[in-house]
């Protein structure tokens, strides 16, 4: 079954460091979203992106973060300075075009961030 | 506005007790979406079954069953003769059509040897 791969698995970063979080969607889907889990708590929306462009944002995801397609297969979440607050578990997702099924809508094993 | 309630913060039950987890949903739209996930320690997401708002029939696999209920907006999941592999985080979510999840806060099952 297809999968949507996200690297590094677990990630640690100095407060105040940039960092990129990667996923790779399944390769025919066309939506792409970010999710955001700290620990303990409920999974959270962050963004969703279609067509090389936010399509829907949270309030949680404010100008320190950033996302992008740079290439046909990578999907990029980028928080600019990262604060003690940002770590979390990160998870990336994707769905096909017109397919509003779980099996159209993929989540990623996610990333593991530690802000120190 | 949607909103998913799990009432219970943690269960815990004795192997192979039954135990059910309980969710309640809420969303203005008549055609929507609801999830359950499995977390279990090691952090990602499993998906267990997907449920769309026309289809109220009960579903069972395996040990696992749900109980669909649009009357009360429930939709709640019971694991037959709990095993100490059933232990996770379960999450809720409610995906209205072509939105984005709505996770409740999960419900925490420990299963005891």
């Known amino acids: 079954e297809p999968e949507v791969t996200q690297t590094p698995s677990h990630q640690v970063t100095q407060m105040g460091q940039e960092v990129i979080l990667r996923c790779v969607p399944i390769?025919?889907?066309?939506?792409f979203y970010w999710y955001r889990q700290i620990l303990g708590q409920k999974v959270e929306f962050l963004v969703s992106?279609?067509?090389?462009?936010?399509?829907?944002k949270s309030e949680i995801f404010d100008d320190q973060f950033s996302v992008e397609r740079p290439d046909g297969s990578n999907f990029t979440l980028k928080i600019r300075s990262t604060k003690l607050e940002d770590s979390a578990m990160y998870f990336c997702?994707?769905?096909?075009?017109?397919?509003?099924?779980?099996?159209?809508?993929?989540f990623g094993s996610g990333t593991r961030l530690t802000v120190v | 506005a949607q909103k998913v309630t799990q009432a219970q913060t943690e269960i815990s039950v004795v192997e192979k007790e039954d135990v059910t987890l309980d969710c309640v949903y809420e969303?203005?739209?008549?055609?929507?979406?609801l999830f359950w996930y499995k977390q279990p320690p090691s952090g990602e997401l499993v998906f267990l079954i997907r449920?769309?708002?026309?289809?109220?029939q009960n579903e069972i696999s395996g040990r696992y069953s749900w109980n669909f209920q649009k009357s009360t907006s429930s939709f709640n999941f019971t694991i037959t003769a709990s095993q100490v592999v059933d232990s996770a985080v379960y999450f809720c979510?409610?995906?209205?059509?072509?939105?984005?999840?709505?996770f409740g806060p999960g419900t925490r099952l420990s299963v005891l040897p």
């Open positions: 979510a409610l995906q209205n059509y072509g939105q984005n999840f709505v």
């Open positions: 992106f279609y067509n090389n462009e936010i399509s829907e």
């Open positions: 390769s025919n889907h066309l939506y």
């Open positions: 449920r769309n708002s026309f289809d109220e």
């Open positions: 997702a994707s769905r096909g075009m017109g397919d509003n099924t779980n099996y159209g809508y993929t």
């Open positions: 969303t203005r739209d008549t055609t929507y979406y």
